[in-house]
């Protein structure tokens, strides 16, 4: 009897729509990422190694950090809970919920949520519990688990999206991507505006200032952390960073590893409640540990370093045939960790007994750490799953592997075959001669089709020569022009170079760079001078035929601004209002080389402003956008803020069949007013 594993790998095989999916995806995902790796300030490599190192540091020190972290958290008035395990991080979170009288759980992406079975336990006590990322929100309506770890409806047709709001939601059936996408605005806004309790993840924890940073792209982690009077946090406690700097480090892979993006839309670092009696009064983060100390002491340790950006999931062949819903346990039980990745975390965390099998679902071709942007060997570490190492086996002196009697035999033979070269020789040139006969693509023979051979993989005739032969075949003028090659290549990366074409045109200004990257972006740039501000953002109010603006309070836009706008006739209004279709805020700064604008958020500067109405207008000084992430985050040490959000473009997603849709749970449009700067003595 085949196990849950092999039918449902037979079921993904045989599944023609998931088959597109998912070719769709990582067509799409890796052709992104290639073109945007281009863009970074440094050759790849030596980031990547960087960031190995940052990682190793961590679970090295990993109780050093997570001490230092929580100790800056509780100065900056978050409260912080530690749970020991799934049943624990679920306890906690019933009691914060009780405590409030919650009713309604607005939710964020949360790989951790999934982790320790949130939603079910809550629904179990008479919570209602939404998903609010598109993905998530539609895997919920149908019933099932979340298929990747950043495209969660990644193998779903735009049809079958089509018909489950249909039938879930009660509208008529569509396919359009842009339609769909505006059901599920309208369906959530309710909830994020009624919600008792927020719920987010946690990208990274900063050690050195307690901060949280979530990187989204929709707005609905913005909302979930920004409106409901409780927000929870829900952390795996390898998910540090020591300091602000290597924060920089991390964000200029993660992106680009996960999405193909230079940052994400949003960017929200997560200081302490709100200050004010708006937004979280209460902020609470739970520390899940759920087997992860057990893990930094075992033969895996490495693959703690994770940084949950699915670039492994999108390069690997098996993975690309399979799906998320393929990874289940001896039980056919679900893992929200899949893919290569998943094949290292899900036994590690879950049991070696009930998931090791699932790293026999790889062709250790190495693709996987080919793109791991933090450098995890996930093909060595996926090797001692299969020989009996994990995180519930730490001591045991002599692995137990666990193959299958027919694999455990056939290593048996190879072992014996390899052990002479005479014998090694005459066995490759027997399967060459086999392979080619019994290849389907043999003239000669063709096995009948209840063999198998061929059918569910690619299958290529062997090659006539074999590498040996075909090496000492190469003339020396071949060796050396390879030879010339190589050396070229590593002089060029050696050089802080790179093989990819880089186009940044230095001379341009700051202001140039930013506003070229912003209008990539899909944002609207203006440049204008003072004395006309108020009549371009007039301009924009009688196109959109509106005389109420939501806005930050005068001492931090342009003097006299406020006034001239309410002298023409505009309502100026400060307080969250969910019918404000225009938002006016200024920004501390702007980071000319992602099109980043800076907006920090207090009682004075709400984030809401920039968050709810659907178009949003920033005010900017050409003299405060700065050129990098590093030197952004070094000015934002002075800040003494609640929080701090980055804001690239409008909001967006393509969460169904990778469709680009801008607007979302976020503005649909934002437009900068860049201000000339002053003139010398009128600063």
């Known amino acids: 009897m085949s196990s849950p594993f092999r039918l449902r790998i037979r079921q993904a095989l045989a599944d023609a729509n998931l088959q597109r999916a998912l070719d769709n995806n990582a067509a799409r995902r890796n052709a992104a990422r290639e073109q945007v790796f281009s863009s970074l300030p440094e050759e790849f490599e030596r980031m990547r190694q960087r960031a190995h190192q940052v990682r190793a540091e961590v679970i090295s020190n990993l109780e050093r950090y997570l001490a230092q972290f929580e100790t800056q ?45 949130l939603n079910a336990a809550l629904e179990r006590h008479g919570l209602r519990v939404v998903e609010t990322d598109l993905g998530e929100f539609i895997v919920q309506l149908r019933g099932e688990h ?17 018909e489950t709001f249909r039938e879930k939601l009660g509208v008529p059936y569509t396919d359009d991507v842009a339609e769909m996408t505006a059901v599920a605005r309208d369906t959530l806004r309710q909830v994020f505006l009624q919600a008792d309790i927020g719920v987010s993840g946690v990208n990274f924890g900063v050690a050195e200032n307690g901060w949280l940073c979530l990187l989204t792209n929709e707005g609905n982690g913005r909302m979930v952390t920004t409106l409901p009077r409780v927000h929870v946090a829900l952390m795996g406690i390898e998910r540090l960073v020591p300091t602000m700097a290597d924060l920089a480090l991390m964000l200029y892979l993660l992106p680009r590893s996960a999405t193909g993006q230079k940052i994400t839309v949003y960017l929200s670092l997560i200081c302490a409640p709100s200050g004010d009696d ?12 759920n087997g992860r100390l057990a893990m930094q002491r075992s033969a895996l340790r490495e693959a703690l370093f994770c940084i949950r950006c699915a670039a492994c999931l999108n390069a690997c062949p098996v993975f690309r045939e399979l799906g998320g819903h393929a990874y289940v346990g001896k039980e056919d039980e679900f893992t929200p960790y899949v893919g290569p990745i998943g094949a290292l975390v899900s036994p590690a965390l879950f ?16 693709a ?41 035999i056939a290593l048996k033979v190879f072992s014996w075959l390899a ?27 063709r096995l009948p089709a209840w063999t198998g051979w061929g059918m569910t993989r690619d299958v290529p005739r062997p090659a006539r020569r074999t590498f040996r032969r075909r090496w000492k075949s190469l003339t020396q003028e071949e060796e050396i022009a390879g030879f010339k090659e190589d050396v070229e290549h590593s002089r060029a990366i050696s050089e802080g170079g790179s093989t990819h074409s880089r186009s940044p045109d230095r001379a341009a200004s700051l202001m140039e760079r930013f506003a070229d990257e912003w209008r990539a972006l899909d944002g609207v740039f203006v440049f204008c001078r003072r004395e006309s501000l108020a009549a371009k953002i007039l301009e924009v109010l009688h196109e959109e035929h509106e005389t109420t603006v939501l806005a930050w309070q005068e001492a931090y836009l342009p003097d006299g601004l406020l006034r001239e706008l309410n002298a023409q006739g505009v309502h100026i209004i400060h307080r969250a209002d969910a019918h404000a279709r225009l938002g006016l805020t200024g920004a501390d700064w702007a980071i000319a080389e992602s099109g980043t604008l800076v907006l920090p958020g207090d009682a004075q500067r709400r984030l809401s402003v920039s968050l709810l109405p659907e178009i949003h207008l920033v005010v900017l000084e050409a003299k405060d956008i700065l050129p990098d992430l590093p030197a952004a985050f070094e000015r934002m040490r002075a800040l003494t803020v609640p929080g701090i959000v ?33 003139e010398p003595g009128n600063e």
């Open 73 to 117: 958290a509780r100065r900056n008035g978050i409260q912080v809970h530690h749970a020991a395990c799934a049943e624990q991080a679920v306890e906690i979170f019933l009691n914060i919920a009780q405590a409030h009288h919650a009713r309604l759980i607005a939710k964020s992406k949360t790989m951790v949520s999934e982790e320790i079975g």
């Open 146 to 162: 979340p298929a990747h770890l950043v495209t969660p409806a990644v193998h779903l047709r735009r049809e079958q999206v089509g």
């Open 278 to 289: 708006e937004g979280p009064q209460e902020r609470h983060l739970i520390l899940v540990d």
């Open 351 to 366: 049991g070696h007994a009930r998931f090791a099998h699932l790293a026999r679902a790889s062709s250790l071709c190495g």
């Open 368 to 408: 996987c750490a080919e793109v791991c942007p933090v450098g995890i060997d996930l093909p060595k570490l996926l090797l001692r799953v299969r020989a009996g190492l994990g995180s519930d086996t730490p001591s045991r002196r002599k692995p137990l592997p666990n193959p299958p009697t027919s694999i455990a």
């Open 419 to 445: 052990s002479s070269a005479r014998r090694f020789q005459l066995a490759a040139l027997t399967a060459g001669l086999l392979g080619r006969l019994l290849s389907p693509h043999s003239k000669w023979m």
């Open 646 to 678: 980055l804001v690239s473009g409008p909001s967006r997603t393509a969460d169904i069949e990778m469709t680009l849709t801008v607007g979302v749970h976020g503005p649909r449009k934002v437009i900068v007013f860049c201000l000339e700067p002053l």
